[in-house]
């Protein structure tokens, strides 16, 4: 798993991005309180750099990799905020590991779960991205992907994101 870690001393602040999102969606925050909390941002399963296995990618897998990390950092609690899909794992893990937890702010996600689980069977999920299935990868260069990606956004604010 791959995860920014400022290092600081102080209070631990752990960020779980949303779904399109990885550990840079929290670049600002990481300037703004980098230097008075020790703030860890990871890439969650399937997301940038981290390992992208064949899984359901359910809260509860991730949430697991997550006490997986702390346990591998010896961090004993922390301040979790998530954002859309990362506010999933993170009211999980709190529900479910509440020692881990001292506080818990959760963005842009309801208190409502998918509508029916998914009851695929791991050897029938296919191993790509339905959004990149299509795409040219791997990119030569990261002007090859940015071109690339410009010329399929929709519009300017879509290409930025």
């Known amino acids: ?4 870690d400022t290092k600081t001393q102080g209070p631990t602040i752990l960020c779980l991005h949303g779904m399109y999102g990885r550990a840079e969606t929290w670049a600002d925050f990481i ?13 969650q399963r399937g997301h940038g750099l981290s390992s992208k296995p064949i899984s359901k990618y359910t809260v509860e897998e991730m949430a697991e990799d997550i006490i997986e990390l702390l346990d591998f950092l010896n ?3 922390v301040i979790l905020v998530g954002h859309s899909m990362g506010g999933g794992v993170a009211g999980y893990l709190s529900a479910v590991y509440p020692k881990y937890v001292t506080a818990l702010a959760i963005l842009d996600k ?12 791991l050897d029938q999920i296919s191993a790509g991205d339905p959004l990149t299935k299509d795409w040219p990868l791997p990119f030569s260069s990261l002007s090859e992907a940015m071109n690339f990606i410009q010329q399929s956004a929709n519009s300017n604010l879509e290409y930025q994101y």
């Open 110 to 121: 309801s208190a409502s779960g998918p509508d029916k689980q998914n009851t695929m069977p």
């Open 31 to 43: 300037e703004n309180y980098g230097k008075q909390y020790r703030i860890i941002a990871p890439d």
């Open 75 to 77: 961090i004993d609690s």
């Open 1 to 4: 798993m791959f995860y920014f």
